[in-house]
């Protein structure tokens, strides 16, 4: 009798196992067009932009000619530019300044958005507005004709002041997130998106649990809701990196760009920055997995007594809200 059943169950396993493969097939097979266009658009031109950066690349009318330079090109960028490392500075405290700044509004901003107000959609569709302009031609006309700056703070006020007594480039880094607050804000339409995902992704059990033991809103948003979205706000904080990494408003781009218009060399000079850039915001990106880590992963046992303790505490509570009722 056991050998029949074994006959039987070989069958369904192979079966199985031939489905998950056909299923795996498919899936790679949707994923095809986009792993090209990777190979392609992006993990050669990543591979391409290291040589080129061990080389001087110039112009002629024989055609591109390559001349290896070793780690030159690093060491004009580091040494020999008088612009690239102090733009490079300043690009990292605009990164630590407009960060922190964009995620926190984003943050406040979608728990008001995420209350049941009237026209809550509209003003949902007005916050992320600014995410469909910034990415076309409307946004590159405003900053040209200088419509986006808001000089609302002077090197005159006092606060500003206080800030140069202990530094000149935060100082210079705070005046010019005043002035193009507004910008600010618009950088904050996809992390106020994911924000409010997030928050309808929270059991409400949770917080009626906790207010029955009489934890305030205060106490919620720190114990509970904070902690739940501490991935969410990882994957912001990471965005507003990138995208302020790629947008004009930072000094090292225009650099990079410059530069690759030069033919006498400039491409591998080029390579050179975009890979010290890269670095620095490969840095920033690690920076905030350090600091925004979170506990340490829990066992299996850990989890089943938390949630068992959990379910205990919810079924006490439900029982009082009961009595409470009757």
């Known amino acids: 009798m056991s ?9 369904k396993r192979r ?31 990543f591979v391409r932009t290291i040589w080129l950066s061990f080389y001087q690349v110039t112009w002629d009318v024989t055609g591109w000619s390559y001349d290896f330079v070793g780690i ?23 990164q630590l300044t407009y960060v ?12 008001l958005l995420n209350k049941e107000i009237k026209g809550r959609g509209l003003f949902r569709a007005i916050f992320f507005l600014p995410v469909i302009i910034m990415s076309g031609p409307v946004m590159q006309e405003l900053l040209e004709s200088g419509a986006m700056a808001t000089y ?10 206080m800030v ?34 997030a928050l309808q992704k929270i059991d409400t059990g949770i917080i009626e649990a906790a207010r029955i033991d009489s934890a305030t809103s205060w106490q919620i948003l720190w114990k509970i809701t904070i902690p739940i979205l501490r991935p969410i706000i990882v994957v912001s904080f990471i965005l507003t990196i990138v995208q302020l990494a790629n947008y004009t408003l930072n000094p090292v781009l225009p650099m990079i760009q ?4 030069d033919t006498t060399g400039g491409l591998g000079v080029a390579s050179a920055f975009a890979w010290l850039y890269t ?45 409470v009722r009757e």
Do not use: C
């Open 3 to 11: 050998e029949m059943q074994s006959k039987q169950i070989k069958p």
């Open 15 to 45: 079966s199985i196992s031939y489905q998950k493969w056909r299923n795996a097939l498919v899936g790679y097979m949707f994923m095809l067009p986009w792993i090209i266009g990777f190979l392609i658009m992006t993990a050669w031109p």
């Open 72 to 94: 030159d090109n690093y060491h004009l960028a580091l040494l020999r530019n008088a612009e690239f490392v102090p733009n490079l500075i300043s690009f990292v405290l605009q």
């Open 100 to 111: 922190p700044v964009i995620t926190v509004l984003a943050f406040i901003l979608a728990l």
């Open 152 to 161: 609302v703070i002077s090197s005159e006020n006092v606060l500003v002041r």
């Open 164 to 197: 140069l007594y202990y530094s000149e480039m935060l100082t210079n880094a705070l005046v010019a997130m005043f002035a193009n607050y507004t910008i600010i804000l618009w950088f904050t339409g996809i992390p106020i998106i994911l924000f409010i995902s």
């Open 258 to 261: 410059d530069a690759i218009s």
């Open 279 to 323: 670095t620095v915001v490969l840095l920033l990106i690690g920076l905030v997995f350090v600091v925004l880590k979170g506990p340490k992963d829990e066992t299996p046992q850990d989890v089943k007594r938390r949630e068992l303790t959990f379910t205990e505490r919810r079924a006490a509570n439900t029982k009082v809200v009961r009595r």
